[in-house]
């Protein structure tokens, strides 16, 4: 077995075990922990110097980012969500003003509606990246379609991953083309990654 096909096995693996982990968590406790994981991100430095917040708007089972954004718009940042293209596998963001702008777009998610205006400028912005989970080094185990490696190899603003404690390892296998996050925020902590 190719050592290409080799991280790919144990990437789908660690998928399904952090999505049952992710299951298991009473409807209570995911709450408190989102709550806690959304006021680490909103009282964080990186947050509090950014002019522009990128995130996605989350799906069912993942970390509510709905607050953050909800925080980020009273706090009159500019807030772009991602528009994705199935063909390319690739996304753009777009400017949103309220959740009214929001619709329900690829993979059951909600994406901004056509008359959004492109985010063409990513300057002093910080992208809150989804995940199953983290490593200590900030290598991020997706759901396997890659959008947001490929946007955050040319994206030069903060990264940060959102991720519950338990859904933290060591280390997770990863390839050449995965991209690290700057920030891991999990419900207990904030941790900078050193490069």
Known sequence: MSADIEIAVQKQLLRNKLKTARLALSDEKKKSFDSEIATKIISSKEYMEARTVICYVSGENEIDTRSIIGAALANKKRVAVPKTEKSDRTMKFYVITSFSQLEAGNYKLLEPI???????????????????????????IGYGKGFYDKF??????ISIGLCYTGCVGKEIPHEEFDVPVDV????????????
Do not use: M
């Open 114 to 140: 056509d008359s959004c205006i492109l985010l063409d400028n990513y300057t002093d912005s910080i992208c809150i990246a989804p995940a199953l989970g983290y490593d200590l080094y900030g290598h991020r």
């Open 152 to 157: 955050l190899a040319d994206y030069t603003g």
């Open 184 to 195: 891991l925020v999990t419900q207990n902590y904030i941790r900078h990654i050193s490069r």
